[in-house]
């Protein structure tokens, strides 16, 4: 029984001791552990796989994948990092730049502002394509000239009541369509998604005067194109107590965690502590540091749970991008290999 | 893909002389980690493979050595085969579980995509199973 009990342990935790972490690889394969049959079956990987949602806001997406490994968690991780496509801006067209902010700074700034556009409305550019055809671009202006306020008290020193447009926002880009684009999306709202991304400073006088041209890309080709700001995973936390803690030792494991984590309970007068919420813990191992406490307490992570957080840059489709584009990306490389 | 060109000899398969078909390296081009390592953990999932494992050759290049050893006489082309089949089974299964769970007015204007998408099997297979558990 406690033989079994360790080789499940093996199998299913990632154990943290004190000087590092044990059991890290995944092992379940078959041969590896006699009577168990590890052998690829997809139907009891169908009947033990979960998604959760825990959270789904605006720009942010939190969820859980159950009964996943590791290779498979990460590289949909890489994929939305590195090969979910996005528009953002690629040529810069300079009509009038006489801002302090030099024209390829400029250029890389304004290349950076995450655009709100369904890259699946639009084509990838053709390779030596200088131009560009109604399907696979969009257009913006960026056009702004800062002038004096006459009406500016004389002793005034702030920026804002001196000058007009002096500050100049992501706000001021405008889309300029092409060709049938207006015909093609009648109601579709191309901007910036965020409205305050501050480009550039001007004083009266200067002027900036652009027009960019927005592409489809990946990003493994430039990480302008990444969809998300983040895309990252931990594993769920599987704290135990290996026997009871009491009175003052439960005072002080209770500090050791993050809070939430330990909930401390009177049970005929005496203070026992019980674990509440492993998922809160980040896991800073500060338990170690005290000798009578390292004992009594196993901490692990459970290996096919993954808690991911995904910040995107883009609101629209956000876990349409998700949905469409990573899983069934893994799936098309897949296919492509096929003989 | 973004860069889209003419792409020479995407899979190599390279055998040592001497040996009958069942171990291989394949070299994959323009492939990383992202592959690599889940079509490994989906290959040793399988019990005729001996031996699998990948390398990247070097950072600089994006090409991957792919290395599968059968027991028996097994061609080395079938786990490969089947551990790409079986990826795409899991991507499949992900992709429904994760539509499923989407808030209602998603699942809706995601329906409506599907129905402009031409119909294979298994997005047919996808859309009913959705449709069975809106009805249900």
Sequence with gaps: ?339 | MAESGERKAALEMVQADGTDGNCVTFVLHDEDHTLGNSLRYMVMKNPDVEFCGYCITHPSESKINFRIQTRGSLPAVEPFRKGLNDLMGVCQHVLDTFEVRLLPEELRSFLDQERQRTFDAESLIAFSGILCLTLV
């Design chain 1, 1 to 339: 029984m406690a033989a079994k009990r360790s080789m499940d342990e093996l199998r299913e935790r990632v154990v943290l001791g004190e000087f590092g972490v044990r059991n890290v690889h995944t092992t379940d394969f078959p041969g590896n552990y006699p009577g168990y049959d590890d052998a690829w079956d997809q139907r009891r990987f169908e009947e033990a796989f979960r998604v959760d949602v825990v959270r789904e806001e605006d720009g942010v997406l939190e969820f859980d994948m159950v009964g996943i490994d590791a290779a498979i968690a990460n590289a949909f991780r890489r994929i939305l990092l590195a090969e979910v496509p996005t528009m953002a801006v690629e040529k810069v067209f300079v009509y009038n730049n006489t801002s302090i902010v030099q024209d390829e700074i400029l250029a890389h700034r304004l290349g950076l502002i995450p655009i709100r556009a369904d890259p699946r409305l639009f084509e990838y550019r053709n390779q030596g394509d200088e131009e560009g055809t109604e399907i696979d671009t969009l257009q913006f202006q960026l056009k702004i000239k800062c002038s004096r306020n006459p009406q500016a008290a004389k002793e005034s020193s702030d920026p804002n009541e001196l000058y007009f447009n002096h500050k100049v926002y992501s706000k001021h880009m405008t889309w300029v369509p092409l060709g049938n684009q207006t015909d093609l999306f009648p109601d579709a709202d191309f901007r910036p998604v965020h409205d305050d991304i501050l480009i550039a400073l001007l004083r009266p006088g200067q002027e900036i005067d652009v027009l960019m041209h927005c592409v489809k890309g990946i990003g493994k080709d430039h990480a302008k194109f990444s969809p998300v700001a983040t895309a990252s995973y931990r594993l769920l936390p599987d704290i135990t107590l290996l026997q009871p803690v009491e009175d003052e030792a439960a005072e002080t494991l209770q500090k050791c965690f993050s809070p939430g984590v330990i909930e401390i309970q009177n049970i005929k007068g005496k203070k026992v502590a019980r674990v509440a919420n492993a998922r809160l813990d980040t896991f800073s191992r500060e338990v170690f540091r005290h000798e009578g406490l390292k004992n009594l307490v196993r901490l692990a992570r459970v290996r096919n749970h993954y808690i991911s957080a995904k910040v995107w840059l883009a609101r629209s489709t956000a876990s349409g991008k998700m949905r469409g584009k990573c899983w069934s990306h893994l799936q098309a490389e897949a296919a492509q290999w096929q003989c």
